[in-house]
């Protein structure tokens, strides 16, 4: 559990640095990018040189946040020698960080500090800021501000009321606490833009991406021995030039509002020649970290992923079929212990 001893020592590290180079996750959320945001804005008031990677473009609707023009998508202008200070946020594992082989090679000479709130994380950096009872990541970021008097605008409490509705599926899920209700309050004391939040994150959807939507959720199936519902999204379902990949965010959240079924698996056809698997629960006794972490995954007990490549999957049988196979697999294997 973080103290404020590392807090203060992670801040007096971030301060000291030249040109620290921040990092949000692949395919970012709400929460990476807030925490993120929030911390870039910070740096830059300060006047501090600094660059911010991501490995994906973010999704247009999150183009009210302060900052979030000036992220770096393109690895190769990315030198870490340029670099004295990495922080990795809301990065569960360094695989997530899009840029794991060149930090792994760097670590001896480079300090990385890991602020995340992710229980399957394995603490790989020198710096260590990790609160897995935590609703968010930008909740770490708001008391990590908090404990070094850091002034929060209504830009950074924005940027970071953000995080907290996307984690807590506006304050529907298990993930929501005490802390984060009240902090929540507090960026709203601040100046939080409540309507731009509602605007862009909960009212983004057109008629296309709807139609799409129905699409998906017709496919949607139960298996029955383990009681988990899943579907898949394909390339083909992107064929549309008035469909992006961003129109789909939110359905596996809204299919957590199935009744009587232990978890839900959504399945997606990546670009990356990669099916992405992302898993919600709301059931208390079912951990569907453990799930992901079977491929290679995690996440939190109610909402996780993993990704496989497709190549190992070889031609004999649907990349669907293939995973559902699997997972039931793994269950079989562990007499259900993984839920």
């Known amino acids: ?47 501090k040189k600094h660059k911010h990677f991501c490995l994906n473009q973010p999704a247009d609707y999150f183009s009210y946040l302060p900052h979030i023009e000036k992220i770096i998508t393109d690895q190769s202008e990315i030198d870490l020698n340029n670099h004295d200070l990495i922080i990795a946020i809301d990065c569960g594992s360094i695989n997530r960080t899009g840029l794991a082989e060149n930090l792994t090679k760097a670590k001896n000479n480079l300090t990385i500090i890991n602020i ?55 304050f529907t899920n298990a993930a929501t606490t005490r802390d ?38 017709s496919r949607t199936e139960i298996q029955p021995e383990y009681n988990f519902a899943y579907t898949a999204i394909a390339r083909e379902d992107f064929l549309s030039s008035a469909i ?10 809204f299919l957590s509002s199935l009744q009587d079924v232990n978890f839900i698996l959504v399945l997606s056809e990546e670009e990356d020649d990669t099916i ?30 993993f990704k496989i490549e497709k190549k190992i999957m070889g031609e004999t049988i649907g990349w669907k079929d293939f995973i559902i196979s699997a997972i039931i697999n793994e269950l079989n294997k562990t007499k259900s212990q993984l839920l």
């Open 276 to 305: 992405k698997g992302s898993l919600r629960t709301t059931k208390e006794n079912i951990d569907v970290a453990k799930i992901a972490q079977a491929f290679g995954g995690g996440g939190h007990k109610k909402a996780a992923g």
């Open 1 to 47: 559990m973080p103290t404020s001893q590392t807090e203060k020592q992670i801040y007096k590290t971030i301060d000291s640095s030249l040109n620290p180079l921040l990092i949000s996750h692949e395919n970012p959320d709400g929460d990476t990018l807030g925490a993120s945001l929030a911390l870039s804005y910070h740096l830059t008031s300060k006047g």
């Open 180 to 217: 984060s209700l009240k902090i929540a309050s507090e960026l709203l004391k601040f100046g939080a833009r409540t309507g731009q939040i509602v605007n862009n994150l909960m009212q983004n959807k057109n008629v296309f991406a709807l139609k799409l939507w129905g699409k998906i959720l």
């Open 244 to 253: 992006e990949r961003e129109d789909v965010d939110g359905l596996v959240n």
């Open 116 to 170: 995340d709130h992710h229980y399957s994380n394995d603490n790989y950096g020198h710096y260590n800021l990790v609160s897995p009872t935590a609703s968010s990541t930008s909740e770490i970021m708001y008391k990590f501000f908090e404990t070094n008097n850091v002034e929060v605008d209504k830009y950074i409490a924005t940027a970071l009321l953000t995080g907290i509705l996307s984690d807590t599926m506006n």
